[in-house]
């Protein structure tokens, strides 16, 4: 059962007003995953969403890439994990209007072994930002290049996964890997959790091994593969040195371009308007 489904605690808003938490994951590095999460994240506050990134990357790079510099981040999902701090107090505003960011700290590299004596160690995210989200419609939680602890966590949280893919000789078998971590949080650990969808990155219509990818991931998912695909742009990759989302750094190319077109995708795909309620 989704977020929007569930039943409405006392004195919460509607069931329509929550937001949705979808986990942007997948343990190769290099994917887009952090490109992603903070590009979509901007696309949907373009249009009328609320957003909220949570930077759960010990990199921190999501913090980065929407300019929060590392001596704004006071609170950050280490604490808001610990239980050291509310999200609401935690969620910085980034100057794009209505997104908002939870950075990251390099103290999560550690959260491996700190976390392990903790009693449910895995719902530790889950308990600090499922009642709490109300102030959003969209939260995306940008995990850590690996199937770690934190990832876990994002995905017990979580109430959909997208996994970014690059359009690459091996991409199908790390997806494997992916959707069986993800069998299992869903037996164990988190009932609710469902297959947002795959989003092909790096996509290069001038190669035919691109052409391949897509034709194989379309075959084994069907219609749990978006229809948008990301171009490889060199604005996209040009934007995090600025500490700007390619939307802003260039919102007429190819890249911006897409990751709005992907926006308007998920937000048909969930029936949402696009604008706040």
């Known amino acids: 059962m989704s977020l929007t489904s569930a039943e409405a605690q006392p004195g919460a808003r509607p069931a329509a007003h ?3 938490i979808v986990a ?24 009328g ?11 921190g790079n999501a913090s980065t890439g929407l300019g929060i510099e590392h001596d704004q981040r006071r609170l950050t999902s280490y604490e ?13 505003p980034t100057e794009i209007p209505g997104l908002s960011i939870v950075p ?9 072994i700190e976390f392990t004596g903790r009693e449910r160690r895995e719902f530790l995210l ?9 102030d959003w419609d969209e939260v995306l939680i940008d995990c850590p290049p690996s199937l770690n602890l934190l990832t876990i966590n994002a995905l017990v949280a979580a109430d959909a996964v997208l996994v970014p893919m690059q359009c690459e000789f091996y991409a199908l078998e790390g997806l494997s890997q992916l959707m069986r971590t993800i069998e299992r949080v869903q037996r164990a650990l988190n009932p609710r959790l469902e297959l947002q969808g795959v989003l ?14 897509a034709r194989d991931v379309r075959g084994h998912l069907g219609a749990k593969v978006f229809d948008t695909m990301i171009p490889r742009n060199v604005r996209v990759s040009e934007a995090p040195s600025h500490g700007k989302p390619v939307l802003i750094y260039d919102h007429r ?4 371009q897409a990751y709005i077109q992907l926006a308007a995708e998920i937000l048909r795909r969930n029936g949402s308007g696009a604008s706040p309620q």
């Open 104 to 112: 990251a700290s390099q103290d999560l590299s550690g959260a491996e």
């Open 253 to 256: 190319c190819a890249g911006a």
């Open 80 to 92: 808001l994990i610990l239980g050291e701090a509310e999200l609401a107090d935690a969620a910085l």
């Open 126 to 134: 889950s308990r600090a930002v499922r009642s709490r989200v109300r």
């Open 24 to 47: 942007v994951a997948n343990q190769k590095g290099g994917v887009g995953k952090t490109t992603t999460a903070i590009n979509l994240a901007t696309a949907l506050a373009a249009m």
């Open 18 to 20: 929550r937001a949705r």
């Open 200 to 213: 092909l990155t790096m996509y290069d219509g001038r190669n035919n091994l691109s052409d391949s990818v």
């Open 49 to 59: 969403r609320r957003a909220l990134v949570i930077d759960l990357d010990p990199q």
